[in-house]
């Protein structure tokens, strides 16, 4: 069993910057690959980024690509997200999942595990 516990989102002005954690509770011998997902109202989930166990395999969604950056900490079983020049259109639910074993790192079916969410705000 996974649980996973995101923090730090809250409210920036445009142009702004964030930093989300993922607290990752999970079996020890297992390795996760850890992605961040993004919901606003009335839209679809979004793949934002994923990062492999030992870091050295990132990705990027098209709206993250050059803003975002992914990292882990295993030591401290934490995920971050740093994202960077914020905009009002990143406005959203920003969630962490996990999964063993991912054949498509950019669909939300693939992650077995979720967090709650942290809400992120971004005004004009």
């Known amino acids: 069993q996974v649980q996973l516990i995101e923090s730090g989102g809250g409210a920036v002005q445009a142009g702004g910057s964030l930093r989300l954690s993922c607290a990752v509770s999970?079996?020890?011998?297992?390795?996760?690959?850890v992605a961040w997902f993004r919901q606003a109202p009335g839209k679809e989930r979004e793949f934002v980024s994923s990062?492999?166990?030992?870091?050295?395999?990132?990705n990027y969604g098209d709206s993250a690509r050059g803003r975002f950056t992914v990292s882990r900490d295993n030591a401290k079983n934490t995920v971050y997200l740093q994202m960077n020049s914020l905009t009002p259109e990143d406005t959203a639910i920003y969630y962490c999942?996990?999964?063993?074993?991912?054949?498509?790192?950019?669909?939300?079916?693939?992650?077995?595990?979720w967090g709650q969410g942290t809400q992120v705000t971004v005004s004009s």
């Open positions: 999970a079996r020890t011998g297992i390795r996760y690959i």
């Open positions: 999942a996990a999964s063993a074993f991912i054949r498509n790192i950019a669909s939300s079916s693939e992650y077995n595990y």
């Open positions: 990062i492999g166990w030992t870091a050295e395999r990132t």
